[in-house]
């Protein structure tokens, strides 16, 4: 018979989280992907889904810092991160022992049925590092996506009105609402209707093909959005900072304020996407600080948690407490292993000072892409702010004239670049944008070393 009394054995303690160090350097010892991979993809290719599709099949095993290991043993330069997911790098040994330790502690409660503390000290940094000097709060979720449609549903609330507008060139998820507010139908929309409605595609900033200053651009947009919606309609504009699968678009000078000014003036909640520019992807907490924006609501995700799934809506507290009880939350959303994971990277950027390595990412990256512009006249323009930069690729020879959009090179650079162990990513509403958004742990001479790689491929397209 059991004595009730007794205490109970604690569980044994756990083995170090140390995390395995790996060579931070591009290593290519077989064919791309390799045979392990081969036998990997074969067994996926019965099972899993055709429409989940992956850029480069190599299968991986291990990753640590700025560099993935893959089942064959090669290693790759990750220029990608998870599409700006792992800024605060691969497995980053204090994220991990935290992830680790809250495991331990709580896997799940339901922060709606009983709460925890690491929900509210996530709400807490969120309220602190982002834009704007007022009350705010926040509600936690699973994915990107999710949130965008949490900001939609807590501004239509708000506000008691009905229509969303984007910008041309967005892209803001895969849910049935976030696919309606994308600008690409394919692969995004297309054949996946009907749509939500009631969402609208107003001109956006793309100073290096509409040559329009940023008052001229928020001038256009305005009207755009007076003449076909009506401000009186308009529930929210919902805009990211700089353009993330549209080409890492930076907005001209001024576009931001003029629009977030003229929302405030009509009673428009301004929301901020910055779940792929967040969480110090550019030398900054949040992009929208580079644009002088404070929006009204911000949206983070992708690089929140280094890895484990945690997204936020964050925001005025009268907007964000304008939502009956009962009305937000989810069953994951903002699970304790992930938020202990948030909090860590939070810790991460400001005591290793991160925000200092994204602008020395940007200085090495952006100097050595013009060092390249200059050799190679594909390279129309180059843009972004810290570890969120790109090129866009044009036909040779038509980068003073028609900018004609060069999605073939880019795949044949992405493809080079593969099998000599760099992974880049594309991009761009013509699939003509090759993006570098690497995480923060990438070193001055990892870079050069890609660039090396870079200059070779595009000396292969002539
Ligand atoms: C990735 C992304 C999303 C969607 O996030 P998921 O976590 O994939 O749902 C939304 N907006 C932007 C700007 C993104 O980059």
């Not at 060139?169 to 009907?194: D, E, I, Q, S, V």
């Not at 162990?421 to 001055?444: E, H, I, K, Q, Y």
Request: hydrophobic residues 45%.
């Amino acid at each position: 018979m059991t004595d009730t009394q007794t205490p109970v054995e604690p569980l044994p303690a756990p083995p170090a989280a140390a995390v395995p160090a790996v060579p931070q350097e591009r290593r290519i010892v077989t064919a791309i992907p390799g045979p392990r991979s081969q036998e990997l993809h074969a067994r996926r290719t019965a099972v899993v889904s055709s429409g989940v599709s992956s850029v480069l099949p190599v299968y991986i095993e291990r990753a640590n810092g700025a560099v993935l290991v893959d089942v064959d043993g090669n290693h790759f330069l990750d220029f990608g991160a998870g599409i700006g997911v792992t800024t605060a790098g691969h497995t980053p040994a204090r994220v991990v022992e935290a992830a680790v330790a809250q495991a331990r502690d709580v896997l799940h409660t339901l922060f709606t049925i009983t709460p925890y503390e690491e929900y509210v000290r996530v709400a807490e940094l969120l309220a602190e590092h982002t834009p704007g000097d007022f009350a705010k709060k926040s509600v936690l979720v699973n994915s990107g996506a999710e949130a965008v449609e949490n900001g939609v549903k807590i501004a239509r609330k708000y506000t008691g009105r009905r229509a969303v507008a984007v910008l041309d060139h967005a892209y803001h998820g895969r849910t049935n609402l976030t696919m309606a507010m994308n600008y690409k139908a394919m692969p995004y929309a297309t054949g996946f209707g009907p749509l939500a409605g009631d969402v609208y595609h107003a001109p956006s900033s793309y100073p290096y093909r509409d040559g329009l200053s940023g008052a001229e651009a928020a001038a256009r947009t305005i009207g755009w959005l007076e003449k076909v919606v009506g401000a009186t309609d308009l529930a929210c504009l919902v805009v990211e900072p700089i353009q993330g699968e549209g080409g890492f678009m930076v907005p001209a000078e001024g576009f931001l304020p003029a629009l977030q000014e003229w929302c405030t003036a009509n009673g428009v909640v301004m929301i901020a996407d910055e779940i792929q520019s967040g969480m110090a992807r550019t030398g900054r907490y949040y992009a929208s600080e580079h644009f002088g924006w404070v929006p009204d609501l911000v949206l983070s995700a992708k690089g929140i948690a280094a890895g484990l799934p945690l997204a936020a809506v964050t925001g005025r507290a009268e907007i964000m407490d304008a939502s009956q009880p009962g009305g937000l939350g989810g069953t994951f959303g903002g699970n304790p292993v992930a938020c202990a994971a948030a909090i860590a990277v939070f810790e991460a950027i400001d005591e290793e000072d991160l925000l200092a390595e994204g602008r020395r990412i940007e200085a090495t990256l952006t100097a050595g892409l013009e060092r390249l512009r200059a050799e190679h006249d594909v390279i129309g323009d180059i843009r972004g702010h810290g570890a969120m930069i790109a090129i866009e690729l044009v036909q040779p020879g038509t980068a003073e004239t028609t900018k004609a959009p060069n999605a073939d090179a880019v795949g044949r650079i992405v493809s080079f670049a593969a099998e000599r162990g760099v992974l880049f990513l594309s991009a761009g509403t013509w699939g003509n944008v090759l993006r570098f958004l690497p995480s923060l742990r990438m070193t001055d001479a990892l870079i050069e070393d890609a660039l090396g790689v870079l200059d070779e491929a595009l000396a292969a397209l002539a």
